[in-house]
């Protein structure tokens, strides 16, 4: 008994030492690609040796669910690749919100197979290591068969490409609520919920279910965003109380300007403004154009006055700010004009100029506010804040002016002489002026608080005086004196 075991060992360390050892180096690896309805052959650079690819794999080697006893390496490798190709009509199913889903095929996603590491592993399956090794592997084989994983590639590009895809479909803006201001009363419209889908989240929990799949129909949740739109209806229902209020007219203003006036206080009517927010005049009302509803109409440019669309836009922003101040959020931002306006109080008005001069302001309160402008007086201009009150009843507002300066135009005299002597025009010219703001507070009618809001300079331009100097009977020629335009 003892002969023949050590007949055994010394007949297996003799066929061990006729195995020929690999020797390594950099060649392109083939990679087997399933594509469409076809089977593609690509190449691409790996770490690969010049190895012994003959001989058979060991009785008892399965990959996956197929049987590689006595096959080849090539032979192993078609029946893996016509395997795999068999899976690319398989069905996955990406499920959405609210029980969406799209059925794909495994091809949809890339799939591909790049396993060739293992196959050469199954071929010298018992013919690698030390002499122990080697007669183990062997052995085991007898006993229960070697079942290597079947490991399938899918592009993430291609997961990432369908994911995408999949978003357009299924991405759902929140709406947000609304409020209306009819016959004194609010009606409260609640928002409606939005979802997202979080595509790299959906493509790694793709990646995931895929790496022990075994061909079967795959079902995968998509990763999904809620944006819970701004605003409930219990919030909202704060807003009852008028915070503040104030209106300016519409004076002289031309039928262009009068619109544009108007045009801005409907876009900014309705607007909610939640605890926190900052609001922009100059984001709700441009861009200044045709288009958004528009007129050519006097504005400030320069110290100069000049048409342009939108002219007659701060008189909204004014009558905000100064509803804003009896209302008393925060401001953010302010600018004074570069010259004075006639439908407000020195250091009462805010311009807007572009980028570069806005009203701003923050709603500092715990409740939302709703801006409101009232237009039941077509020639006056009335915006009214509402909210949550939490100010005495017997506490009052009042916004004051203070001019501290001013300065007088220089006068400029032309003469023309292609108007009748005794012709004079007065053209352009403003007064320079500084003053101040002041918000006053009041308790039972006694003033118990002054706080100055603002410090505003206004520049002066110089008075052209037309003076004509040629014949008399020119006059029945001469233009009447220029009238002022009504600007911003």
Request: aromatic residues 8%; contains cysteine; negative net charge.
């Amino acid at each position: 008994m003892k002969y023949d075991n050590i007949v055994k060992i010394t007949c297996i360390l003799a066929l061990a030492a006729l195995v020929v050892w690999p020797v390594h180096a950099k060649i392109t690896e083939p990679v087997v690609d399933i594509e469409g309805s076809s089977t593609v052959l690509g190449f691409v650079p790996v770490e690969k040796d010049d190895r012994d690819l003959s001989g058979t794999i060991p009785e008892g080697v399965w990959y996956g669910p197929l049987d590689l006893s006595e096959l080849t390496y090539e032979e192993a490798k078609k029946s893996i690749v016509l395997y795999v190709t068999s899976l690319q009509d398989k069905k996955i199913t990406l499920c959405a919100n609210n029980g969406q889903k799209s059925i794909l095929c495994a091809k949809d996603l890339g799939l591909c197979w790049e396993d060739e590491d293992t196959l050469y592993e199954a071929l010298t399956l018992g013919s690698g290591g030390n002499i122990v090794n080697r007669f183990k592997e062997l052995k085991d084989l007898e006993k229960d068969r070697k079942v290597y994983d079947l490991k399938v590639s899918f592009k993430n590009s291609m997961i990432a490409s369908q994911v995408h895809k999949q978003a357009e479909k299924y991405n759902v803006a929140p709406t947000e609520s609304e409020m209306t201001h009819e016959d004194g009363e609010f009606i409260i419209t609640e928002g409606k919920t939005g979802y997202s889908v979080d595509e790299n989240a959906s493509v790694r929990a793709i990646e995931e279910a895929f790496e022990n799949w075994s061909g079967d129909p795959l079902s995968v949740d998509l990763v999904i965003s809620v944006k819970e739109p701004k605003g409930t209806k219990e919030e909202l229902s704060k807003v009852k109380d008028l915070l503040g209020t104030f209106q300016t007219s519409l004076g002289s203003s031309n039928s262009d300007r009068s619109k544009n006036v108007r045009n801005g206080t409907n876009l900014i009517n309705g607007t909610i403004l939640y605890p926190g927010e900052e609001f922009s005049t100059y984001e709700k009302v441009s861009p200044f154009t045709e288009e958004n509803g528009y007129y050519l109409a006097g504005s400030y440019l320069n110290g100069s006055v000049v048409e342009t669309f939108g002219g007659g836009i701060c008189q909204v922003s004014t009558t905000l700010y100064n509803a804003v101040l009896m209302a008393e959020l925060e401001v953010t931002e302010r600018h004074n004009h570069s010259m004075v306006v006639n439908y407000v109080d020195i250091s009462g008005d805010a311009a807007i100029s572009g980028t570069t001069k806005d009203f701003k302001f923050r709603n500092n309160t715990k409740a939302p506010i709703y801006i409101e402008s009232d237009s039941s007086d077509s020639r006056k201009v009335v915006f009214n804040i509402y909210g949550q009150e939490t100010r005495p009843a017997n506490r009052t507002i009042e916004l004051h002016s203070i001019e501290t300066g001013r300065l007088a135009p220089e006068e400029r005299i032309v003469e023309d002489p292609t108007l009748p002597t005794g012709y004079r025009a007065v053209r352009g010219g403003h007064v320079g002026y500084s003053g101040e703001y002041w918000r006053i507070i009041k308790v039972d009618g006694v003033e118990t608080e002054r706080e100055k809001i603002n410090v505003s300079n206004y520049q002066s331009t110089p008075t052209t005086i037309v003076v004509g100097t040629g014949p008399a009977d020119l006059a029945i020629l001469a233009p009447p004196p220029e009238e002022p335009l009504p600007i911003d």
